[in-house]
């Protein structure tokens, strides 16, 4: 390491996890998995690499019989076609087809062998896609703007600068070992297409007035993060150039790394730090390591669209569209993909982009060609114009695949989207989101309704069950949801989403107003007495 491991001057006050990185860099993995693993099979692996495994993108899938799940890095949501084909193959030939949209924009595997490993590794490298540092204790897949550099709604094109950042950290080993898990988006966009209240690190659009010219630029949030404990970020007094981004980006995670607490997993996130220190304190400790910054200027954030894009859309570009697509709880199949890579082709100019909800766009389609596409076969699944509940529902991916997740959640979220789309006519979105455990992938907290898995004990044995929340947005007002008390069988949960939906159709002051309007207007007690009352209908 070219960095003096402050941390480690005690090591009786760091966690197991701490100690095992010190004795072999997580990017040390990588190597042996191509020299050793991959050839000597499963078996051959050690506990300790398997938990290093995370630095290669890689977690070994449930049931731990040999099979591993991937992330791959996708930078901002951008993808081109030959990327997108590549991708689609590796799918087709080692994951049986799956292809799964992450709510960070990456793409997932699932039932990799780690004989195939260096073949997926070198696949990924020739189109310039890496697995690397999808998870583990570093810097993880920047989240974008999905539309950046088409977006009618964004101060400038930030795909030059979040290409700038990931370079600068993808496989640096002066950051390759942090606390935990460590997030960042960087976006223009004034709707918040890249939720900076719950990264580590995101920066947002904003404007100041230097020497008596209007400068564009952002501001910095610090500190936020999901999982058991939900922090919302902290904005900074601070305003950044563009060419002050990765300065930022380096200083901040610089921070982390030496101040950040490794005494125990659960209480290491950057948000604990920074919950402790205060934005005011951050800031002055970061000024420290990067020189003086000018104060905040004005937010540019006008609200918050929660990265949904369905239909069709004019692009800045005069004359094109892109076209938002609906991902039924962010899985598609390896067919579908490549028909996408074909359509971006023939059509657009190969590019395809995918959202942190989960769903994939395709731009720079030329106005007079937007119908053709529409009469593409693949897109009568994967539709621009879904039926409500399906398009904005969004799932973790459950114990299907997941060692953490106690509950299946892909196949329940879209059989409960289906089951409100036949019982529930409603005219406004009401976004609905499942996770199968505490960790939250599937970023239940910001969610109108979230849904946490859970199990509870019944005559017949130990059932799927889920924990309701009710009332979270992003931008501002930002706020997470609140738990109701009353755990409601996985069987249930259709039936008492369209109660509580119903509800809210039947008593909002009028059509415009959301139904997160609705839940601060008239608070978590209605809510909770009718979630009690279906409980105690039920036991009764």
């Not at 701490?18 to 051959?44: F, M, P, S």
């Not at 791959?72 to 590796?90: E, F, K, Y």
């Not at 789309?421 to 599937?442: M, S, Y």
Request: hydrophobic fraction near 40%; glycine fraction near 8%.
């Amino acid at each position: 390491m070219a960095y003096t491991p402050i941390w480690a001057e005690d090591t009786s006050k760091l966690n197991k996890v701490e100690l095992l990185k010190l004795e072999k860099d997580g990017l040390d993995v990588i190597r042996t998995i191509i020299e050793e693993y991959a050839e000597k099979g499963y078996d051959a692996i050690t506990e300790d690499d398997m938990n290093r495994f995370k630095w290669a993108g890689v977690y070994e899938q449930k049931p731990k019989d040999g099979h591993f799940m991937m992330r791959v890095r996708i930078n901002g949501g951008v993808l081109t076609s030959d990327q997108a084909r590549v991708l689609a193959g590796i799918a087709h030939d080692y994951g049986r087809g799956l292809v799964d949209v992450t709510t960070r924009q990456a793409i997932q595997f699932h039932w990799l062998r780690v004989e195939q490993l260096p073949d997926i590794f070198k696949r990924l490298e020739s189109v310039g896609l890496y697995s690397y540092e999808a998870c583990g204790d570093c810097p993880r897949t920047i989240v974008g703007n999905p539309l950046a550099g088409i977006d009618p709604n964004e101060l400038m094109d930030t795909n030059d600068i979040v290409n700038q950042v990931n370079d600068f950290f993808l496989m640096n080993r002066d950051f390759s070992n942090l606390p935990r898990k460590y997030k960042m988006s960087i976006s223009s966009n004034i709707y918040n297409s890249a939720h900076a209240e719950i990264q580590c690190l995101a920066f947002t659009p904003a404007t100041k007035k230097i020497d008596g010219e209007e400068v564009l630029g952002f501001h910095a949030w610090v500190g936020g993060g999901l999982s058991a404990k939900p922090h919302l970020a902290k904005q900074l007094d601070m305003f950044v150039r563009p060419e002050e981004v990765l300065k930022v980006a380096v200083g901040v995670t610089t921070i982390y790394r030496d101040h950040g607490y490794r005494e125990k997993r659960h209480h290491a996130r950057l948000k604990f730090l920074v919950a402790d220190w205060g934005a005011e304190k951050f800031r002055d400790k970061l000024v420290e390591l990067i020189g003086p910054m000018p104060a905040r200027g004005e937010d540019k954030i006008a609200g918050w669209n929660a990265a949904y894009y369905d239909g069709v859309h004019p692009q800045k570009q005069e004359g094109y569209s892109f076209i938002g697509l609906s991902v039924p709880v962010g899985r598609l199949n390896a067919d579908e993909l490549t028909e996408l890579a074909r359509i971006s082709d023939e059509y657009g100019k190969g590019v395809i982009r995918t959202t942190v909800s989960q769903n994939i766009i395709l731009p720079d389609i030329p106005n007079e060609k937007v119908e053709a596409v529409l009469h593409e076969s693949v897109l009568q699944r994967l539709t621009p114009f879904p039926s409500r509940f399906i398009s904005r529902t969004v799932s973790c991916t459950g114990n299907e695949f997941c060692n953490l997740a106690v509950v299946e959640t892909k196949e329940r979220a879209r059989t409960v989207a289906e089951y409100l789309d036949a019982n529930v006519e409603l005219d406004e979105e009401v976004r609905i989101h499942f996770i199968g455990c505490p960790n939250a992938c599937g970023q239940k907290h910001i969610a109108d309704i979230g849904l946490q898995g859970a199990l509870v004990k019944t005559p017949e044995g130990m059932v799927d069950a889920f924990d309701i929340a009710v009332g979270g947005t992003l931008g501002p007002n930002a706020q997470f949801n609140q738990v109701l008390k009353g755990r409601v069988k996985g069987d249930d949960v259709g039936e008492v989403l369209a109660k509580l939906i119903l509800f809210y159709k039947e008593n909002r002051s009028s059509e415009e107003e959301s139904f997160h309007q609705f839940f601060t207007r008239v608070g978590t007690e209605p809510f909770q007495a009718m979630l009690s009352d279906f409980i105690n209908a039920k036991i009764a």
